[in-house]
């Protein structure tokens, strides 16, 4: 069965950093592409990065381009998203997301975490 | 940026009735499109991939059409568990997310 479980959140300030983890299990990680999905309180679903199998591709939206940070660790098994500069646009459920495909922009996200409430405020 | 549109925001349906969601794309995004199922307190679930291809256990009453920019998922006879809010995804340049549709009881 695949798992996905998101951790790293909280409240923080604005213009603070935060990272956050997800952490799979139940399939083969480094097969795969990965991405970071948010939606904020009451909102749709906005893509924020995704990286590919081997961290060879990675993209990003326009609006966390230069901030925000993702990368993978095969060995662990794991997904990060080091966020830098955040504001308060950024308060969301950010949601970790397995690909059907090893790279990006091929294919879509076929298994969710529950994800993960990041909260930017003074 | 490929924008993409959902209408109607909000579908009220009967029980047993058929549901029709539209899915509207900026510019052509071939086949490569998905739906998404979203309760509330819940992570979106795959319901449809490629367009027109069922997720592995979903039930065959979803069924998805279309290409290029206009697309339509349609739910044949709506169960309880079905009333929801719905989302489409397009995956050919970058990922962009439809708005989505809310599915409410009639």
């Known amino acids: 069965e695949v798992q996905l479980v998101e951790s790293g959140g909280g409240l923080v300030q604005p213009g603070r950093s935060l990272r956050l983890s997800c952490a799979a299990s139940?399939?083969?990680?480094?097969?795969?592409?990965m991405h970071w999905v948010r939606q904020a309180p009451g909102k749709g679903l906005e893509w924020v990065s995704g990286?590919?199998?081997?961290?060879?591709?990675?993209g990003y939206a326009d609006s966390v381009k230069g901030r925000f940070t993702i990368s993978r660790d095969n060995a662990k098994n794991s997904l990060y998203l080091q966020m830098n500069s955040l504001r308060a646009e950024d308060t969301a459920l950010y949601y970790c997301a397995k690909d059907m495909s090893e790279t990006l922009f091929a294919a879509n996200a076929d298994y969710w975490g529950q994800g993960t409430l990041v909260t930017v405020s003074s | 940026e490929i924008v993409m549109t959902q209408s109607p925001a909000t579908l009220s349906v009967s029980p047993g009735e058929r549901a029709t969601l539209s899915c509207r794309a900026s510019q052509s995004v071939s086949s490569n499109l998905a739906w998404y199922q979203q309760k509330p307190g819940q992570a979106p679930r795959l319901l449809i991939y490629g367009a027109s291809t069922r997720a592995t256990g979903i039930p065959a009453r979803f069924s998805g059409s279309g290409s290029g920019t206009e697309f339509t998922l349609t739910i044949s006879s709506l169960q309880s568990e079905d009333f929801a809010v719905y989302y489409c995804?397009?995956?050919?340049?970058?990922?962009?997310f439809g708005q989505g549709t809310k599915l409410e009881i009639k």
């Open positions: 139940g399939f083969t990680f480094d097969d795969y592409a």
């Open positions: 995804q397009q995956y050919n340049t970058l990922y962009t």
């Open positions: 990286i590919s199998w081997n961290s060879g591709s990675i």
